[in-house]
């Protein structure tokens, strides 16, 4: 990823939160805040993931880090979460709700098990997280919530409908915090990516290619010919969206649901 050159210490003294933060769009907003001299915060249930991250950003740009194993739709461990934070940090400045998982199902035959399941992860979680963080940051006067939503959320997908409902859900949800946190000069925003090349992208292409009864791959390719930019996205696509809303630069930005899709919405 390159370097910021042109912010390299923008969050330094800050302290940056990203639930999902051991792989894919959550590691990479880790780096980014990183890289631009945040104190970094993970959250992750793969405990040994979430720890070899938080070691490699440390090492890599001499900033503190912090692994936590914690579920985000478990509201007591959240809760703990954050007190352990501010017991090191004494401050959160940035919370990412990124955690998220997808799972390809025709609507006929999604359990209830697997609904919940998604409902959960993808919007409980955001919930609890957001509840638990909003009086740190109504205290300070302070703070950034960020929150992955889709173009999911925006638009429907074949055999997706539970996770087009929780992504459309959280869109709801950060235009209704973003009004009550306004007045304490806490800004709430949604960036809906398109397709970005990671491991769940790469399971979706699986999901759709096997119901579909095509062969790998066939999804991604037939979406980057159609994607305006003809191409798919990457994280650091993403993480640059996501540092700019963290950032003094959008302290008037909130309740937005910000694509990031290469206009793939647009066809």
């Known amino acids: ?71 985000v739709s478990d509201r007591d461990a959240i809760k703990e979460a954050v007190s352990h934070i501010l017991d090191e940090f004494r401050r959160i400045d940035i919370w990412v709700n990124n955690a998220g998982v997808y799972r390809g199902t025709a609507m006929e035959e999604l359990s ?22 909003a009086p740190v940051m109504k205290r300070q006067r302070s703070g950034r919530i960020i929150n992955m939503s889709s173009i999911a ?13 929780t992504k459309a859900a959280v869109i709801g949800l950060t235009r209704a915090t973003a009004m009550d946190l306004a007045p304490y000069n806490v800004t709430v925003n949604a960036v ?31 979406k980057a010919e159609a994607i305006p930019m003809k191409r798919l996205g990457t994280v650091e696509d993403v993480a640059g969206v996501v540092a700019f809303l963290a950032s003094e630069d959008a302290a008037f930005v909130t309740g937005q649901a910000i694509e990031v899709d290469g206009g793939e919405l647009l066809i």
């Open 153 to 165: 959320g925006r638009t429907g997908f074949k055999n997706s409908v539970a996770y087009c409902s």
């Open 1 to 71: 990823m390159q370097q910021p050159e042109n912010h390299p210490h923008r969050f330094e003294d800050r302290v940056a939160v990203i639930t999902g933060g051991a792989q894919g769009l959550g590691e990479a907003f880790a780096r980014r805040f990183a890289q631009e001299g945040a104190c970094v915060v993970i959250i992750d249930l793969q405990c040994d993931k979430c720890e070899q991250v938080a070691t490699r950003l440390h090492d890599e740009y001499c900033v503190q880090t912090l692994a936590v194993d914690a579920s």
């Open 192 to 222: 809906c990516p398109g397709t970005i090349m990671t491991d769940m992208v790469l399971k979706v292409d699986h999901d759709i290619c096997a119901n579909e009864g095509w062969p790998p791959g066939t999804h991604l390719k037939n």
């Open 112 to 133: 209830m098990e697997e609904w919940h399941f998604m409902l959960e992860v993808n919007y409980t979680g955001v919930f609890v997280c957001t509840q638990a963080v």
